[in-house]
């Protein structure tokens, strides 16, 4: 059994890694990993939608683009009554993170200035932490955040530098690493990760892991494609799920203390299926509906946790 940390500094080592350790033990390795960093806790989030639809990006995957003909729902951004009232419940259930998140490059002064609103009585009446996933972020912007209470930003990368001009030609590789780098600079922590399935490869997937690493990111959310109608990779083949695994569990290797959260798609597991997930190092939840997609129930995740012991961090 591997029992040491490997520190790989490119592509290339760990998929010769692969190739020389079964897949069984590199699961071993990786839930080794996670018990040693964190035991048996687990953090949950959760999100709400506050705008949604008509995205001037042409990311290939979001049924949210401008670019695509989705029947989802489209909003901007509305009452706050709602929202406080789901903080609330989030808080009660011991979720540790709340965060609200639009669509489109990034927020007007207007809408940026509901937004802080929003934050702001969120931050007064509810005991969780708050997190905004709200596009591309001035320096200015993430500041107003921060005193509002926010204290963590998120902006996924979404695949490795290598296959990004492949999903999305309206903003590059280079502008989401500037808004990580905007966000870490104001003191906000970064939370950063992508989506498997979008016609990537499992290298893309290990270079956009060794870029999260190299930019010191401890929470780390990782998408399985659900694919939509109207968008350009409605068509896609599932990934399998020893393949959805592996990659996971080499996210966990690469980033050892970090925070490995299954996010949207989480369904393609079912609820009998969780454990497989905590063998392959995950160790945070992202609990009720993702953004246009519906999640797992917050009760069967309780349920979950009770049933293995896990303890909410």
């Not at 048996?40 to 001037?56: A, M």
Request: hydrophobic share 40%.
């Amino acid at each position: 059994m591997i029992r040491k940390e490997i520190d790989f500094k490119n592509s290339g080592e760990i998929l010769e890694f692969i190739k020389q350790v079964s897949f069984g033990e590199i699961l071993d390795y990786s839930e080794y990993l996670r018990m040693k960093y964190f035991s048996n806790n687990i953090e949950l989030c959760s999100i709400y939608n506050v705008k949604s639809g008509r995205c001037s990006e042409d990311c290939a995957f979001c049924s949210q683009s401008s670019f695509h003909k989705t029947e989802i729902a489209e909003y901007e951004i509305g009452g706050s009554e709602n929202i406080l009232r789901l903080a609330g419940d989030m808080a009660a259930r011991k979720v540790k993170y709340f965060s609200l998140v639009s669509s489109g490059r990034s927020l007007n002064e207007a809408e940026f200035s509901k937004i802080i609103n929003i934050f702001e009585n969120i931050n007064r009446d509810a005991d969780i932490f708050l997190c905004a996933s709200l596009g591309f972020l001035t320096a200015k912007q993430a500041e107003e955040l921060k005193r509002a209470g926010v204290v963590k930003y998120h902006h996924n990368l979404e695949t490795g530098p290598g296959y990004f001009n492949k999903i999305c030609s309206t903003h590059s590789y280079e502008d989401k690493l500037n808004t990580i780098k905007i966000a870490k600079a104001c003191g906000l922590e970064a939370c950063s990760g992508g989506i498997f399935g979008i016609g990537e490869t499992l290298k893309d997937r290990i270079e956009m892991a060794l870029k999260i690493k190299r930019l010191e990111i401890k929470s780390i959310p990782l998408n399985i494609l659900k694919p939509i109608k109207g968008t350009r990779l409605d068509k896609n083949a599932p990934l399998s799920e020893e393949e959805l695994l592996l990659s996971f569990a080499l996210f966990r290797i690469i980033n050892p203390s970090a925070y490995i959260r299954i996010a949207g798609g989480r369904p393609f597991f079912k609820a009998n299926e969780n454990e497989k997930l905590l063998k392959s190092g995950v160790n945070a939840i992202m609990v009720g509906n993702y953004l246009t997609t519906t999640g797992v129930p917050v009760e069967e995740d309780m349920r979950f946790l009770k049933e293995n012991s896990l303890r909410l961090s």
